[in-house]
């Protein structure tokens, strides 16, 4: 069964109705909070030189704002089954080293699949960037040839296939991050091995849903309507996983009674 971009929208917005306030303020909690982070990260990179200001942003990006956005995650979550969560809960992540540590898990092994499969798919634009230098040629004590100084095409082509491949290969993974907010008794290694599972039949879906919100996040350029952009479309994300979950907890049950139909069958 299909999880239709409008339907899940429509259930985000009944979920949200009565509680925008809420919402809002959580979405600019987290909204101020990459401001501040950026911020901070446009000071350091007057300071240290480029390689160490991009690890520093993927070290803060990792362990400081992918946590306060699963804590936003968890208060829309919260909000869809009419809890009473203050604005703090953002911070939900931080208040202990468990919790912390549990989503830490979950970031480093997904960054690690990531790099894991990024290296193989960059490696023909790492080697056509290699012969496209002219170090290389002289190295050899040669002439670099004429069709050298094309091959600049060539690398940012293979790089953006290199991308787009990336970006489908871990959108399999991407309801990992809901199963471990709404089950938190649920190994983080499980709940990537159960989104491998569930994506193959809603990731078209889920891409769909992404574009459906294009208009939005053009509109939110413009820093205030990302302040009701930003809940709708996390609320959404929340919603769109719950049908995921459901869905296939309905094809296993099925499957399931299909299977117990049968093995009576041949009994008798």
Not at 161 to 180: E, G, N, P
Request: glycine residues 4%; proline residues 2%.
């Amino acid at each position: 069964m299909a999880i239709t971009a409008d339907v899940t929208k429509k259930t985000a917005k009944a979920a949200l109705k009565g509680n925008w306030v809420k919402a809002i303020a959580i979405g600019a909690v987290l909204i101020f909070s990459g401001f501040i982070i950026y911020i901070a990260l446009s000071f350091i990179g007057t300071v240290f030189p480029s390689v160490v200001t991009a690890l520093i942003t993927l070290l803060i990006t990792a362990l400081v704002f992918i946590p306060l956005l699963m804590g936003a995650l968890r208060s829309y979550w919260r909000i869809m089954w009419d809890s009473s969560d203050t604005l703090d809960s953002v911070f939900y992540y931080f208040v202990s080293l468990e919790r912390y540590s549990r989503v830490a898990k979950l970031v480093l092994a997904l960054f690690l699949k990531a790099v894991g499969v990024g290296i193989l798919l960059f490696i023909p634009a790492i080697i056509t960037d290699l012969f496209s230098k002219a170090a290389l040629y002289e190295f050899f004590g040669i002439s670099a040839p004429a069709w050298v100084g094309n091959l600049w095409i060539a690398s940012g082509f293979l790089k953006a296939v290199a991308l787009v491949i990336l970006a489908a290969v871990m959108l399999k993974y991407y309801l990992s991050f809901f199963l471990v907010i709404a089950d938190e008794q649920m190994d983080v290694y499980e709940a990537i091995h159960k989104s491998t599972l569930l994506s193959r039949a809603t990731a078209i879906d889920f891409l769909g849903l992404i574009l459906s919100f294009f208009g939005w996040i053009l509109i939110s350029l413009i820093a205030i309507p990302l302040i009701f952009t930003l809940p709708y479309f996390l609320t959404s994300y929340m919603v769109h996983s719950r049908f995921a979950v459901a869905n296939y907890n309905k094809v296993v049950n099925q499957m399931s009674s299909v299977n117990e139909h049968q093995f009576s069958s041949d009994d008798m």
